[in-house]
């Protein structure tokens, strides 16, 4: 991705707004994305796959903030929702039911209801019990599910164990085995409507062989399918795209829609691809604030005012995400640790790493966290989660205002009535 976060004579900019200003306005720790980023990142995902049919459906998860769930509706993307309130958050921008698909091995009979109610595309359906809920549920509501199957095709992808899914020893998906039989029973039932297949191997992957891998698992599946006279509209290759926090290479897109090309040519299929951190990863920094300047006879900490409960990749992948100082400042390099305020030896933003000279009261940017880093985010420690800003040229705009201690406390207590404590 074209960088839209720059360092310009020893300050860090987001497009033309100095993050410094950004600070100055809306304090620390906050989110900064780069509008221009996210909608560069989408229409090079859609100019690679010119000539495919496809449906780009976002993945909400990544990041759910309703000014840039509007803008990617602008640009024409579709959804991947897991559960009512990513739905919610839809409806309230007016995003089109019929571009939305849900995943997840756990949706409740509430959150099919909802989803029925809406009129979305299709479930993606992880389980023969499910199957069975989607089909009561819309027996009960008079309505049509249409559906597809998560298939698990135990594809193997280099990434890191807690977000590789397309394992047979992983939750995720039925077994190509077991669809087919799934299948026939779907295509009996009058309430449900077979659309397609799906299936999500993993995420931050690297590599498109298992991409291509996967698509070539569900043709095959499709094909014997539509021999038994079950025909499918769409191919859910689900999301996964790698992307560059350090050193890594950035996925290739155009690889990816070439084989894609080659093996949809001439087929009946849409494609529906389901990218989350691929759109929006790149496209955001945490800023926060060094507190304190810690050394011991072992180590030299930087302590900044956001930690874990805002940015939680660190912890709990071991992500590596650069940090930088917003103003560069005279004086050595020094190997510390980024930490932050919270009481868990884990609530580093970057270990041994090699930084220009920082002290109290400098500004530091946590580079590549537009992806799963909001989102992720809690209230431990009680901590309001931070704030957040969309920068457009020269404009940087409030799109969520910091959370309040006050925000934290209205949900518990002694007032809350019903059936709470006295
Ligand atoms: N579709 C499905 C069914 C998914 O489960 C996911 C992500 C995606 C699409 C989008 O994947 P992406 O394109 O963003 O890789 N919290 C972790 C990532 C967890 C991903 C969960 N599923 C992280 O921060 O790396």
Redesign the pocket.
Known sequence: MDSFFSEQAGEWFCEAVPLASIAERFGTPTYVYSQAAILGQFRRLQGALEGVAALICY?V??NSNLRILRLLRDAGAGF?I?SAGELARLERIGADPRQVVF?GVGKTAAEIDAALAAGILMF?VESAEELGLIEARACHLDRLAGISLRINPDVEAATHPY?A?GRAIHKFGVPPEEALALYRRAAASPLLRLRGLAC?IG??ILQVDPFARALDEMLELAGRLRAEGLELDYLDL????GIRYRREEPFDFARLAAHLRRRLEGSRYRLIV?????LVGEAGVLLARVLYVKRNPAKRFIVVDAGMSDLL?PAL?G?QHEVVPVRRRAGPAHRADVVGPICETADFLAQDRELPELAGGDLVAILTAG??GYS?ASNYNSRPRPAEVLVDGRTARPIRRRETVEDLLATEGDQIGGDAPR
């Open positions: 993945s998860k990544a991947d897991v995943s993606n977000i899914t999500h995420s931050q689900g999301g996964g795209y389901e990218p989350g951190r691929a990749r992948y992500s992806a799963y992720l």
